[in-house]
């Protein structure tokens, strides 16, 4: 029933604002954390037009794993093995060096699943807009071309998922001259 969708959804929400509580983003002002994986949940039902519970639930949690002390056994027992799943898909292994988890996201793009998929561009989508309206602190012009340049290999692996938000990305690769 909409009770039980907003019930969960809700309770996704909590989750992530009490992780994500202490944490800023890079933008110049260091906005709260927490408008990411919100700001992503809303390209997926705004834009995307995406109003699969699941698909919205993995995405306010996309993060909690990979950037706070989370884990993948907390967000299974919290909110079942599908959400476990979609989440596991889309979060990198910390330990890996940063170069190699940047190689990973390439190549495991194209056979990640269609829900992770939709997180996964919803997530980009998100990143490079924030990086188009300011650069963060300490980072080189350089740098975000390398980002953008990056993400665009990786969107390329998550082709044929969504018309609206590939048809967005495609605007901001070609402002920047990504191809
Ligand atoms: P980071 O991974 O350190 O930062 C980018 C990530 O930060 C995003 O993917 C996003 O992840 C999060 N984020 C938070 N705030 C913002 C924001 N305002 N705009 C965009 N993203 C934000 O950097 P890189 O992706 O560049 O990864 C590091 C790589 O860069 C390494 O390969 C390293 O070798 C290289 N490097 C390059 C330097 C250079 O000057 N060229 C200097 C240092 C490293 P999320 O969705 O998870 O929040
Ligand atoms: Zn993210």
Redesign the pocket.
């Known amino acids: 029933s909409p009770g039980d969708i907003i019930e969960i959804v809700i309770k996704c929400v909590n989750f992530a604002a009490v992780k994500h509580k202490d944490q800023r983003?890079?933008?110049p002002e260091s906005s709260p954390y927490i408008n990411?994986p919100i700001g992503v949940a809303y390209i997926l039902t705004n834009e995307a037009k995406i109003t699969d519970v699941d698909v919205i639930q993995a995405a306010l949690l996309h993060?909690t794993v990979?950037?706070t002390n989370a884990t993948f056994e907390e967000i299974e027992n919290e909110f079942g093995p599908k959400i476990r799943s979609i989440v596991e898909e889309v979060t990198d292994d910390k330990s890996l060096p940063?170069?190699e988890r940047?190689l990973l996201q390439i190549k495991h793009a194209p056979t990640s699943s269609y829900e992770a998929k939709l997180v996964k561009l919803a997530?980009k989508l998100y990143?490079l807009r924030?990086?188009e309206k300011?650069t963060?602190k300490r980072?080189?012009p350089?740098?975000v071309q390398?980002?953008f340049a990056?993400s665009k290999k990786v969107v390329d692996g998550l082709r044929g998922t969504n018309q609206a938000m590939e048809d967005s990305l495609d605007e901001l690769f070609k402002k920047r001259n990504v191809s």
Do not use: S, V
């Open positions: 983003r890079l933008d990411h993060d990979e950037d940063k170069q940047k997530d990143n924030d990086l300011a963060p980072w080189t350089y740098r390398e980002y990056w």
